[in-house]
């Protein structure tokens, strides 16, 4: 095992996954940084570990855990795997995403430097269009982003953390949205992130995504409402009142566009989330062209 300094802790959430997670682990496998430990945490008691070795797979940069539980949700497990992770740095992956070969080796002298980095994103609606979207329009540029700018998108972004800025866990009691929450307290302490404009991962939208059950739109806005209230009463972590405010005006804007979803999915204009955003201007970050600057 190489020394903490340098090694990657990779966390995996691992829930009915079988049919997924062995393009995510072959992605990680194929990574052209080999210094990285990939926690799986099972929280639907299966034993992954059997099941990757039945399938050719076994790594001792592999690691097994679980949540004791059956399907207590991503940020239980994502909390096992963060308490248990040896690495400097930390880097999500959902069980039915991947990443490019260079992914790791690309961010991390970024996120060494600044705190934390992120790249642009495939996202691969496999129910729906099969045409892939991105975040922004792929180029070699790597530019800035502010906390602001990430509040406004509405496509989901991975970022790989030096772990000193993690200030919180995920929060286990949001149903959803968890996940912007961890990214936004850790933006929080830095100015701008670096954003890396090159695709080196897939998101994708699977038959059990969140986007395409039936009650999204009721989940979302209970997410919403929550969240709000607890930012007003208890600061959700966030240090400073900018960053409330931030987080404020985004589940605001956030509850309002799935208030509009829903009425797109009632007259079958669309049939999950992602297909409605395509429909929308604006999918990536607003304001990008004119805030972000080339990282000198």
């Known amino acids: 095992m190489p020394d903490a300094s340098t090694l990657i802790s990779i966390i995996t959430p691992a829930f009915r996954a079988e049919g997924t997670i ?9 990574q052209t940084y080999p ?28 690691r097994f855990l679980e949540t004791g539980k059956i399907g207590s949700g991503p940020n239980l497990a994502r909390n096992v795997a963060l308490d248990q992770a040896k690495g400097s740095y930390i880097a999500p992956l959902d069980a039915d995403d991947l990443y490019y070969s260079e992914r790791l080796e690309k961010l991390l002298p970024l996120a060494s430097s600044y705190g934390m980095s992120a790249d ?20 070699d540029a790597i530019r800035w982003l502010t906390m602001t700018m990430y509040a406004h998108t509405c496509i989901p972004m991975i970022f790989l953390f030096r772990r000193d800025i993690i200030t919180a866990p995920w929060d286990e009691d949001v149903e959803l949205g968890a996940d912007t929450l961890f990214n936004l307290r850790a933006m929080e302490k830095l100015d701008m992130v670096p ?6 991962h897939e998101y994708h939208v699977t038959p059990n995504s969140i986007c395409h059950a039936a009650n999204a739109h009721d989940r979302a806005e209970r997410a919403y409402t929550y969240c709000l209230d607890k930012i007003t009463h ?48 604006n999918l990536g970050i607003d304001l990008y062209t004119s805030l972000a600057r080339e990282v000198g």
């Open 234 to 281: 208890t600061g959700m972590g966030f240090r400073t009142l900018r960053g409330m405010r931030i987080v404020e005006d985004m589940l605001l804007t956030k509850r309002d566009l799935n208030g509009h979803y829903a009425e797109s999915l009632a007259n079958g204009n669309c049939s999950n989330f992602q297909e409605f955003i395509a429909t929308k201007r």
């Open 35 to 62: 210094h990285w430990e990939m926690l799986i945490v099972s929280d639907d008691e299966t034993d992954y570990e059997s099941f990757l070795y039945e399938c050719g797979i076994s790594d001792k940069r592999l």
């Open 22 to 30: 062995l393009r995510a682990v072959r992605s990680v496998l194929a």
């Open 195 to 200: 954003f890396v404009e090159r695709v080196m």
């Open 120 to 139: 642009n994103i495939a996202i691969i609606d496999e129910i729906g269009s099969k045409e892939p979207r991105t975040l922004v329009a792929e180029t």
